[in-house]
């Protein structure tokens, strides 16, 4: 193999995502909320009226899975679905009120962890993470497309 595990920027890109991603999951759960239903919620924020295959991508997750998480908001009333008024296949969702008092706490926290993440580093200091990680991810994709 002819690296140990601790040698593998893997390894360290791995521990820094997961220690997000701890602290991510627990930002919600005031609120009520899964990540996921986190997510579609601040993504309905800022497009109201999107449709269930504009937030699936958005929210970087597959078609059945928004699905889901629509159908279980629409049930426990952070969401409603209407008919668009033009193309009537195509439905639009929408915060309701109680959506948006959902989204605004666990937003405050999202909000928190990102700013201590950010408060660790110069604004500076901060570029250079951002543009070693867009290396990373080119590296990797070239990889798999060679």
């Not at 993504?43 to 958005?58: C, E, F, K, M, Q």
């Not at 998480?69 to 033009?86: D, N």
Request: one cysteine or more.
């Amino acid at each position: 193999m002819g690296t140990t595990a601790d040698d593998r920027l893997g390894t360290d890109t791995k521990r820094a995502e997961q220690a997000l991603v701890a602290a991510r999951s627990s930002a919600p759960k005031d609120a009520g909320l899964t990540v996921a239903q986190y997510v579609a919620l601040f993504i309905l924020t800022g497009s109201p009226g999107v449709s269930g295959a504009a937030l699936d991508r958005s929210c970087l997750v597959a078609p059945q899975a928004m699905a889901a998480v629509l159908k279980t908001l629409e049930e426990r009333g952070p969401v409603a679905g209407s008919a668009h008024p033009w193309h009537r296949k195509m439905l639009e969702t929408h915060l309701t009120d109680t959506g948006r008092r959902a989204v605004r706490l666990a937003d405050a926290q999202a909000v928190r962890i990102e700013r201590r993440l950010a408060e660790e580093f110069t604004p500076q200091e901060r570029d250079t993470p951002r543009r070693l990680l867009a290396r990373c991810v080119t590296a990797v994709r070239e990889d798999r497309n060679p």
